[in-house]
């Protein structure tokens, strides 16, 4: 693999056979599949490009988490932003100009300006360090949906539905816009009604508490 640093860049896999191309020499070097092979690349000036082509500007990290992109955008308000990584083809399309903040509110958080990505937990805990220094942890919200979906679909073992909902308790996972103090479990309906229903007995004895499938009935019934 051969990676320049002047004009000009290619990413080979065999000398003389570029197989991605760099407009600019790049910092962080990020190859994906979605399902094809691509590039996404961060310059010492801020700039992201997506297989050579310019996303956005004024950018200060560069992370893939997954399936999802994580980039800082240095704007007027900085935001934190996720984004899937089969929309950066369309970034355009999913996000807002002339900031590239996404268009879906739960895929952005604003930080103060001169904020650092500096690493994600297995937990889904995003840490970023702060202009003065100190670090702040906390879970994104589209993060911690695509944790909540991997684990409620990525196994058919019958504790996942406390899991799920220890998660959701933890991260304070509710519908956007409530205002509820405990977690709206009725969105484990939303994400899947069909396969909520035929799994229903699964999660009540799944359940320790009754209270959960309480507030389950209740979420319902709202």
């Known amino acids: ?8 860049c290619h990413l080979d896999l ?15 070097l990020l190859p994906y599949y979605a399902p094809d092979l691509h590039l996404l690349s961060h310059t010492p000036n801020g700039k992201m490009y997506l297989d050579g082509t310019l ?3 004024n950018i200060t990290s560069v992370a893939v988490l997954g399936d999802l992109v994580l980039y800082i955008v240095n704007d007027v308000t900085p935001h934190l932003c ?4 089969t929309q950066l083809t369309s970034f355009a ?16 958080r604003a930080l103060e300006r001169g904020s650092l990505y500096i690493g994600c937990g297995r937990d889904g805990r995003v840490i ?26 990525g196994s058919e073992r019958p504790e996942r539905w406390s899991t799920v909902v220890e998660l959701m308790r933890r991260q304070r996972i509710r519908r956007s816009g409530s205002w509820e103090r405990d977690v709206a479990l009725d ?3 939303d994400l899947d009604p069909t396969y909520f229903c035929s799994h229903a007995e699964e999660f009540v004895r799944s359940q320790k508490s009754v209270d959960r499938i309480h ?6 019934v709202e």
């Open 82 to 85: 996720l984004l899937p990584l």
């Open 1 to 8: 693999m051969n990676v320049g640093m002047a004009g000009n």
């Open 128 to 153: 970023v360090q702060l202009p003065r220094g100190n670090l702040e942890t906390f879970y994104p919200r589209l993060l911690s949906c695509r944790m909540l979906e991997q684990c409620l679909f």
């Open 55 to 57: 996303l956005a500007s």
């Open 215 to 220: 507030l389950l009935l209740s979420n319902l």
């Open 14 to 28: 065999v000398e003389d056979t570029p197989l991605l191309h760099l407009s600019a020499p790049a910092t962080t």
């Open 93 to 108: 399309s999913f996000t807002l100009p002339p900031s590239c903040v996404p268009t879906l509110p739960i895929a952005s």
């Open 187 to 189: 969105v484990l309906y």
